[in-house]
């Protein structure tokens, strides 16, 4: 079955430095992975997806996914974080059916 | 576009009273999704539609829950009776069902039974 981990429930980084939220996926056949964005009191907002191609995906507010098949994993990062950028952030997986299998989130914090 | 569109954003009731949840998807998306996300349990897909048919409900928690697409722009929840342990953000999404679409979230409807 399909699987997605998010090892570190939260993730500290100081502003201006580079970010990293980890997650591992576990599929059967080729991976569709995403990563979602959630801010305090609001829904989940699209940041990128990798469905084939280049490994790595470039998407919005500067973030950017490597999607690296020997590791199982598609990591998400940022070259400088913003403290804009703090927020619940959430790695996703879909199935043949079409469903998002949805990782536990990591919280991101960014300090000035 | 207006993007997915839930009512109410906020809704607080007391134990024992039916809640209704609404959702209009984005139009021309054939997907919709019904989540529910609490701190214990995180984020939970219920059951979702393709052409407003139902496919999977397997993650309704029980008979108390149910959920309709009456049409393609246009979809309710519903918990009757609902409980104090139903309190929860509940999130509606859409997507096209063809291919690897993105799903697109609505804003969350927040529901406090008291």
């Known amino acids: 079955a399909q699987s997605v981990a998010q090892p570190e429930d939260q993730v500290n980084v100081a502003e201006g430095n580079p970010l990293t939220v980890k997650c591992t996926y576990s599929?059967?056949?080729?991976?569709?992975l995403f990563w979602y964005v959630q801010y305090p009191n609001r829904g989940l907002q699209f940041l990128l997806k990798y469905i084939t191609g280049d490994n790595l995906v470039k998407g919005s507010y500067g973030f950017e996914a490597e999607f690296n098949k020997s590791q199982t994993s598609f990591h998400l990062k940022k070259p400088s974080a913003l403290v804009s950028d703090s927020a619940l952030y959430f790695c996703a997986v879909r199935d043949r059916g079409g469903k998002l299998i949805f990782g536990q989130g990591t919280e991101l914090s960014v300090k000035p | 576009d207006a993007g997915v569109i839930q009512s109410p954003r906020h809704e607080v009731t007391e134990m024992g009273q039916e809640v209704t949840l609404r959702c209009k998807p984005i139009s021309g998306h054939n997907s919709l999704f019904w989540y529910r996300q609490t701190m214990m349990r995180g984020l939970e897909l219920l059951i979702y539609?393709?052409?407003?048919?139902?496919?999977?409900d397997s993650g309704m928690p029980e008979d108390r829950f149910s959920a309709k697409m009456p049409n393609a722009s246009f979809s309710t929840l519903k918990i009757q009776p609902s409980e104090p342990r139903d309190s929860a953000v509940y999130f509606c999404a859409s997507s096209q069902l063809a291919g690897t679409d993105t799903q697109y979230f609505g804003p969350g409807t927040r529901l406090t039974v008291l």
């Open positions: 599929v059967s056949g080729n991976p569709y």
């Open positions: 539609f393709n052409n407003n048919v139902p496919i999977d």
